[in-house]
């Protein structure tokens, strides 16, 4: 009697946290499903001129352009120096800097996006007098870098100290146990924070606001000049009040969708660590 | 001057614990030298001492000599670097690099140091380290494979191969099979035994019989002391020391 009790509890107990896991997941399929539902008609009627036009075209190839260019150089921007951050963090996490390198690096992955957008506008768009892929991609690169750094540091620090010894051991200098041995072994760990980095400000709106400045009716030219980006498109065709606007924005939110699970679901797959 | 690895005074501490107390160890060249001792006692990190990767532990602080064919490593003048490429090192749990292949675990060492001028010397040395690790013949055919598939016993003669390919004076070896299946445990005894005729082994168990196995020479550490030292058929047919007697015959554990 007691035990069935028990067991009773227990079973509503796992029903109630399964509803409500379930729960928050629904505004995750919600988007996805109305993404798909109101986008793929768009891109339907368009065709291709939708991924390659201009937006008088119709089309919002400008800005995809505009993301792929700003998602490659805040990558080539901020990738080295994150990197670098992150090994640093693990070499030294008993130096004063070292510890407050961590510390910081967390405040940087929460840190309000909207504020290093109006950073770089201060002392990049400001002073160059025109927004441009340059400042966009530099705001970015600030968002990026934390991720990127904080996963180098924790591949790092996932790998067994064993290692570190077999490679000092072979009289190895500490430079090339670290970049030549055990970063190689890190590899796949960094790799995700680089891609979870990227898929990240594939997607960020904010940062761009005041850098990037928005281009779409021309193909960018010139990292000085401005460019524009999937989600600033969106951001700024949703307050317009003309109903083909908001299509556009519509298809432009299912391309936006493609390329954060295009760079994400490799991710997921590729988690597979390697056999120590 | 015909002492492999010499101990003047040595003393080790881990912040005030105090593991190594003052120890004086003279390691013959050539054969195998086996450090003995319950666990706890002090056996790994006077291994580390030999090679200066104690170092790699911030805690950790070294105190008297220790003369590598004479010349003390602890010296101002001396490089770490260059003492690990004459000692080489074998670890307690196999550590074969995971995600370099059998070939790239032993040439690695090479190739970071730049110590061949072409990859024919590399390839013969590879096959040279593997043989004297007894393991060509079970991997020449999957040089190419990852480590991961090889047995216990197997990454352990990799290590050992790993190692060996620097050309090293000197081997530590910190409880080699500790982790390995009987089998695998045999075939890396016999192996001492090979190795000995060319290098000096200094081999840290905490079995006695492992060491009467393989040691020509032992030494027994208790609690960080010195307890005794000397040829191994002296030392476990006629202990001088009772504790020593009590660690041969089982009584310690
Ligand atoms: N990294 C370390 N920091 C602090 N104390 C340590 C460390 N490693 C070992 N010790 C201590 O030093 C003593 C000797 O340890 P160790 O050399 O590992 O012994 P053994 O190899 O004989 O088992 C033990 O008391 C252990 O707790
Ligand atoms: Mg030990």
Redesign the pocket.
């Known amino acids: 009697m007691l035990t069935s009790n028990r067991k009773t509890k227990e079973k509503v107990f796992f029903i109630g946290i399964g509803a409500l896991t379930i729960l928050i997941f629904i505004p995750l399929f919600h988007i996805i499903a109305t993404v798909l539902i109101k986008g793929f008609p768009v891109i339907a009627e368009r065709g291709t001129k939708f991924l390659t036009g201009t937006l008088s075209e119709g089309g919002i190839g400008p800005a995809i352009a505009g993301t792929f260019i700003l998602t490659f150089l805040s990558a080539l921007l901020g990738l080295p120096v994150a990197f670098l951050v992150g090994v640093y963090a693990y070499e030294y996490p008993k130096s004063t800097l070292g510890q407050w390198t961590k510390t910081l690096l967390q405040i940087m992955i929460e840190f309000p996006t909207i504020l290093v957008g109006v950073f770089v506008m201060q002392v990049v768009a400001v002073p160059m007098g025109t927004y441009s892929a340059l400042a966009g991609a530099l705001a970015l690169a600030i968002i990026l870098t934390p991720y990127v750094a904080v996963y180098t540091h924790e591949a790092l620090r996932e790998i067994p100290s064993t290692y570190r010894e077999a490679g000092f051991s072979l009289g190895l200098t500490r430079a090339k146990v670290v970049f030549r041995i055990l970063a190689p072994m890190a590899k796949r760990g960094i790799l995700t924070g680089i891609l979870i980095g990227m898929a990240k400000v594939a997607g960020e709106t904010a940062p761009l606001l005041f850098t990037a400045g928005g281009l779409y009716e021309s193909y960018p030219s010139s990292v000085t000049k401005p460019v524009g980006a999937v989600p600033l498109l969106i951001y700024q065709l949703v307050q317009s009040p003309n109903p083909v606007d908001h299509a556009t924005a519509w298809g432009a939110s299912l391309v936006l969708l493609a390329i954060f699970l295009g760079i994400f679901i490799p991710i997921r797959l590729s988690l597979k660590e390697v056999r120590l | 001057m015909n002492f492999a690895i010499e101990t003047v005074n040595l003393n ?1 501490y ?2 005030q ?1 105090h ?2 107390k003052g120890v004086d160890l003279k390691i013959p060249n050539r054969g195998v030298f086996a450090l003995m ?12 001492t030999f090679n200066r990767l104690i170092e790699l ?1 911030e ?2 602080r070294v105190d008297g000599e220790v003369r590598l064919f004479g010349e003390n490593i602890y010296s101002g003048d001396v490089d770490p670097i260059e003492v690990r490429k004459r000692v080489g090192m074998v670890f ?1 749990y196999p550590n074969p690099f995971p995600h370099l292949t059998i070939y790239d675990n032993v040439a690695i060492g090479l190739k970071l140091n730049g110590l061949v001028k072409s990859k024919e010397e590399l390839d013969e040395r590879v096959e040279w380290a593997l043989k004297k690790a007894a393991l060509w013949d079970e991997v020449k055919d999957r040089l190419n494979d990852y480590p991961g598939n090889l047995s216990g016993g197997q990454r352990q003669r990799l290590v050992i191969a790993r190692a060996l390919a620097m050309k090293p004076e000197v081997l530590l070896m ?2 080699p099979t500790a982790n390995i299946d009987p089998v695998g445990t045999a075939k890396i005894e016999e192996l001492l035994l090979e190795l000995k005729e060319d290098y000096t082994i200094v081999l ?1 168990t ?1 079995s006695p019989a492992q060491a009467a196995r393989v040691a020509d020479h032992v030494a027994f ?1 208790y609690l ?1 002391e010195l307890i005794e030292v000397g040829p191994a058929r002296k030392v476990f047919e006629n202990p001088e020391h009772e504790l020593t007697e009590k660690y041969v015959t089982g009584a310690l554990g």
């Open positions: 080790v881990y912040g614990n593991v190594i001792g319950p666990s706890g006692c002090g056996k790994s990190t006077m291994l580390r532990n805690g950790a307690q910190d409880e840290v905490h550490l960080g």
